[in-house]
Every structure is written in structure tokens, then in C-alpha cells.
């Protein structure tokens, strides 16, 4: 076996698998691999006209909306990273699942604590007609 | 003292010994190649997360111009959204193709990949140049300073994709299905398939959001 051919081959080391990576060479037959895509696709789509019906019909409890949104928006990033970017959980995906989860946690923090911080600055300030008074 | 006779004792030979942490030695370049684009995804990920943030601050500041309810058309956001999830379903076609090695559907599914992310791109310039015609530029206000800066983001790292998509064609065509060829098109499907994440995250977010608000 060259070198060549051991390091061209996930499936011979058969211990990590690279975000992305088709399982064909696993065993997992081509009409099942399309089948995996379609039923992706399937799913995005299904959520995304979910997405476009919440902000359209009186069904949900108005304020609700938008945290019906978020939840429909999670769904499907989580639809694309297991049926198109194949991150799943399987003992082989660990490192990229950790990544993932670590990203995870540095959007959460950015964006949640950007928008706390700054309610918190907005709803303190002095207004703006006090402002120019205590300018005088 | 005894262990590390122990472990160097081992009595394999020395070229065959694993060289890296671990049972099975260093990882193969794919695992390498894929692992490194995916951390270099998050990161990217994480700077759009500042824009987000950034729009989520100032979404309410219209100072006194146009709202993003008055702005946003859900039908033209349904067909951009339509074009990119298609597109990045027509990508995975793509990286199937070139697993079963066949030059002519990876081109046709590579061709359809950019065809529709051009349409997207087209679709996205063109609701640009009617919010600009109609002074809601990115120097109007907060809120679509914010707008542009967010979307126009995702706008420029689809018009990079669509670039490395055609240098992705040629190369297959003139070098054939070579293992770097490969790895460059894995990196790009990764690529391509991250940015319909972010654009799910901007259709909600941003366009539906903003129409309830």
C-alpha cells in the first residue's frame, strides 16, 4: 500500500470523518447518499415555509412570533449541518462537534450579551431633552 | 525510566510506529484539510455574529426614515432564499459527482450551483439599488447602515464563492479529478453550504423579523 493511496482514503483509518465528507466509501450506496440531500431538502424547505407562514397568519399569539421564528431559524441551520455539511454526532465527528459547539458559544455570548449590554446603556441614559438642559 | 524504555521498546519497526497522538497516528490530510476549513467557517460564523449584534442594537433606529416593516418585500427575500437553498442542494449533487468521479454531471451540477447563486446575487443588487433609488441608502440611518453592512456581507462572501465555484470547473476540467483538486472542492462545498446557514439566519432574523415589528 503506497503512502498515496493510505493517506487518499478516510476509509481504511476509519477514525475521524472531515465536516463535508460523503459516506460513500462507507458502504452507504449512492442512491442513498441522494436520498440523504433530498430529504435535506425537503426539510429546509418545509421550515422555511413555516417561516413565512408565522409572519402571515393570526394563528400565533402575536408577541410570540418572533421566538417562533428563532426556533424555526435553529431547526434549520441544524437540518444543513447533518444533511449537507454532514456534522453529526457519531464518535468520528467529535472534534468537529466540539468546534461547532464552541462557536456555538461565542455567537450566543456576542450577540445575546451585545443586545442585554446595550438594552441595559439604552433603557439608562438620561434623555436627550435632559441632556441639553444639564448642558445649559 | 522503565516506561519510556517501555514505550520505545515497543518492538515495532521505527517507520511503521504511529509518528502523532494516538492510536492511529496522524490524521489523514482530508481529516486535516476538512477540520482546518471548518474552524476557519466558525470563525467566520463569529464575525457575522458582530453584524447580527450590531443589527439587533440598531434595528430600531430609523432616525425618522423608513422602517424595515415599510422596506422589507417577503416575495423577493422567498426567492432569494428559494435560489440559494437550491443552489446549495445542487452543490451537495455536486461533491456526489465528483465521489463517482463523472466529469459531466460534476460540471452540470457545479454549472446549476452557480447559475442560481448568481440569480440570488442578481435578485440581492437589485432590492440594493431600489432601497438606494428610494433614500433608503446605508447613510440614511442607523438601522439600515446596520442593513447594508449585514447583508451586503453575505452578499460579497456569495459573489467570492461564485469565483472560487468557477476556478473549482476549470480546475476539474483542465487536471481532472486530482486528490488536491478535491480537497479545494471539499473546502468550497463546506464553503458554499455555511453561507445558506447565514442566509437562513438573515431571512429570519432580519427580513421576517423585521416585517412583525
Known sequence: MSTERRFDAGSDVGQDSAPGDDSTDEGRSLGAEVRGYILGLALAIALTIASFWAVQTHLIYGPGIPMALVVLAVAQMGIHLVFFLHITTGPDNTNNVLALAFGVLIVSLVVFGSVWVMAHLNHNMVPMGELLKMQR | MTEVALSSGAGAPAHAAPTGHGAGGPAPKRIVVGYGFWIFLLSDVIMFSALFAAYAVLASNTAGGPSARQLFDLRNTALETGCLLASSFSCGMASLAVGQ???????????VTGLLGAGFLSLELREFEGLVARDAGPSRSAFLSAFFTLVGCHGLHV???????????AQFLAKGFRQDIRFRFLCFSLFWHALDIIWVAIFSLVYLVGTIL
Request: without cysteine; glycine residues 10%.
Open chain 2, 101 to 111: 468521479r463523472s466529469m459531466r454531471w460534476t460540471q452540470i451540477a457545479l454549472l
Open chain 2, 159 to 169: 459573489t467570492a464563492g461564485l469565483l472560487w465555484l468557477g476556478t473549482m470547473m
